[in-house]
């Protein structure tokens, strides 16, 4: 079993920045990748980025990429998630998660085995 806690949310006006953090317990948080989604109501949930276990790789959505960047930091078992330049369109929930794979099959949310509680991202126009 993963525990993972999300932090960070909250209200930003557009072209501010966020640092999402998302804590995570209960296995070796080194030995596996871990990624960042966003939920819309009513939408399904979107990839946004992921990092190895290593962080030697990254994978990013389109539609942040330039804009974001993911990090981790073992020794304290938190990976992060640096939003700039935000956009009303980046309002969303974001959960991070945990998955076993690597490269690009952590684009997918189907390849995550355990997830956070979420922390809501507020982007004012």
């Known amino acids: 079993q993963v525990q993972l806690v999300e932090s960070g949310g909250g209200l930003v006006q557009a072209g501010g920045s966020l640092r999402l953090s998302c804590a995570a317990s209960g296995r070796p948080f080194s030995s596996y990748g871990m990624g960042w989604f966003r939920q819309l109501p009513g939408k399904e949930r979107e990839f946004v980025a992921s990092?190895?276990?290593?962080?030697?790789?990254?994978y990013y959505a389109d539609s942040v990429k330039g804009r974001t960047t993911i990090s981790r930091d073992n020794a304290k078992n938190t990976v992060y998630l640096q939003m700039s330049s935000l956009k009303p369109e980046d309002t969303a929930v974001y959960y991070c998660a945990v998955t076993p794979y690597s490269g690009t099959l952590t684009m997918s949310l189907r390849n995550y085995n355990y997830w956070g509680q979420g922390t809501q991202v507020t982007v004012s126009s």
């Open positions: 990092i190895s276990a290593s962080a030697i790789n990254t």
